[in-house]
């Protein structure tokens, strides 16, 4: 579903037609160096509903997009992304000729096309302040209602949702918990970003009938896609949006 659409249109959609959502994870980094404009575009055009995409603060305090703290593994350049100021991030190659994106490029390349997942990257090194500049970014680009933020780091989403309540957000879990409703409630959270492997259909259910949005990463493989099928999360995010994509629903 292309277009226009809030996150929770996308979501109240894809229900009423009993379809999972397509997210295309770091873009579609099976064809394009993750986490850059190439990659995101070629998800945009594989058909995916969302993209998810990895941010972290600067020196100077702007939004750059890419998935570890250190350059080494997917830049030519070394060291702490944090310790960057964005022009000099922005001299590296991402691969393929690609530059580490800017938040804002990023958002206009999605902008009434498809859905925005960002995860703040506040593990293990935290950004104070990043939260604040990341809602300031999505009100100065009206992009609030297509958006929704997630992170590892819980108390980073409440902190998130004290400030701007309106900011659909996630937490993300690796764990099958007892309470996972106690856990989403206690991040006032919106979403439940579940690893794949620790999500099951009692779980979905109790986080749906608590009016949780579920999502999963990442699905790759056969195993993984035969999982999601039984536990039917609302989104589904790959790294091989071009190979899953047709087999999702
Ligand atoms: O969407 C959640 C997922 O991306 C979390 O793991 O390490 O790939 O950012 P990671
Ligand atoms: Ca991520």
Redesign the pocket.
């Known amino acids: 579903m292309q277009g226009p659409y809030t996150m929770r249109q996308r979501l109240e959609a894809a229900r009423a037609e009993e379809r999972m959502l397509l997210g295309g ?2 873009g579609n980094p099976a064809d394009h160096p993750e986490n850059t404009l190439a990659s995101f575009r070629s998800a945009i055009e594989l058909g995916c509903d969302m993209v ?3 941010v972290h603060l600067t020196t100077d305090g702007e939004l750059a997009v890419i ?1 570890d703290h250190t350059l080494e593994r997917t830049t030519n350049g070394s060291g702490l992304v944090g310790a960057h100021t964005l022009a000099e991030l922005r001299e590296l190659d991402a691969g393929q000729g690609e530059r580490i994106p800017l938040l804002e490029e990023l958002i206009e390349l999605v902008r009434d096309r498809v859905g925005l997942v960002i ?1 703040t ?1 506040q593990n293990p090194i935290p950004y104070p302040g990043l939260e604040e500049k990341l809602v300031a970014t999505l009100r100065e680009q009206g992009m609030v209602e297509q958006v929704s933020v ?1 992170s590892f780091h819980h108390l980073c989403i409440r902190h998130l949702k004290e400030v701007a309540p309106d900011v659909d957000a996630g937490i ?1 879990d690796a764990s099958r918990p007892i309470d996972p409703v106690g856990m989403l409630r206690a991040a006032r959270a919106d979403l439940y970003s579940s690893y794949f492997g620790t999500l099951d259909p009692a779980m979905r259910a109790e986080l749906r009938a608590a009016g949780a949005a579920v999502g999963v ?1 990442t699905v790759d493989d056969d195993l993984s896609l035969l999982w999601t099928r039984v536990c039917r999360p609302d989104s589904v995010f790959t790294n091989r949006p071009g190979e899953i994509g047709p087999k999702l629903n």
Do not use: A, V, Y
Request: aromatic share 10%; glycine share 0%.
């Open positions: 994870h770091r998810e995409c990895d998935h995860e990257k997630i993300i990463w």
